[in-house]
């Protein structure tokens, strides 16, 4: 079903999103969230209508994104996420079809420039003495580790692991950014990170968000704690 009575451009998503969550497709919802998040930190919480949403407002939001320094698969994960929503109002006939305002847009994803820090590193971090660290330290060290033996795992993909990741023997999810399904076969030293951190909290592998509901914002804040503990480790 459609929003009804939706408004504006930003109306329209944020109902869209809530549906999308009543009716169980909490991904789809989230990644939705995520790039609707970003545009408000370019646009403001003011409402758009959709006449205001043309290619120009979108070369803007483009340049906004460069010049913050946001990497461009990123940016592409944004944009395609907002004509998705676009799109969306255009099949359920809340605006009439026309030149779509992502036109002039890149929304393909190209390769990621790899950043690596040196395998010495890793191994200091490894041996390194627990006895030492503050508690949130050594949750960082064990964070980082994990990523590190799931192949580079992102940290939003970190906190969004519940049990239904777990499969057998290996560790099965869909990355945030892209949407591409990844399946590892979780290592020993993996599973014991899992059993030494668990808390059993909403099902979360991982303690880092309160809840299956919890915010972007909420994401950001711990994101940002994490990298000052890694900083100090």
């Known amino acids: 079903s459609s929003p009804a009575d939706c408004g504006g451009f930003l109306s329209f998503a944020r109902q869209l999103i809530q549906e999308l969550k009543k009716i169980g497709k909490r991904r789809t919802a989230e990644t939705y969230t995520t790039a609707l998040n970003s545009f408000l930190r370019f646009r403001g919480e003011r409402d758009l209508l959709f006449e205001e949403v043309d290619s120009n407002l979108m070369v803007e939001y ?5 010049g913050i320094n946001v990497c461009p698969n990123s940016s592409s994960f944004y944009m395609r996420n907002l004509k998705a929503l676009w799109n969306r109002a255009v099949n359920d006939g809340i605006i009439e079809a026309r ?23 890793i191994l200091s971090i490894e ?16 964070y980082f580790l994990f990523c590190y033996y799931a192949q580079g795992m992102a940290f939003i993909d970190l906190a969004h692991l519940t049990d239904k990741n777990i499969q057998g023997d290996y560790l099965i999810y869909t990355r945030h950014k892209t949407g591409e399904k990844i399946r590892i076969k979780l290592l020993p030293v993996m599973k014991k990170i899992i059993r030494y951190v ?11 968000l309160s809840g299956p509901d919890a915010s972007y914002r909420e994401y950001e804040k711990k994101l940002r704690l994490y990298n000052g503990e890694l900083k100090k480790l």
């Open 127 to 142: 041996k390194l003495d627990s006895k030492k660290l503050s508690e949130k330290v050594i949750l960082a060290r064990l």
């Open 99 to 121: 030149p779509s305002p992502f036109r002039h847009i890149n929304t393909g994803i190209g390769k990621s420039t790899k950043r690596a820090v040196d395998k010495n590193v």
């Open 198 to 208: 668990r808390q059993n909290k909403e099902g979360f592998l991982f303690p880092i």
């Open 62 to 66: 483009e340049t906004f994104l460069k």
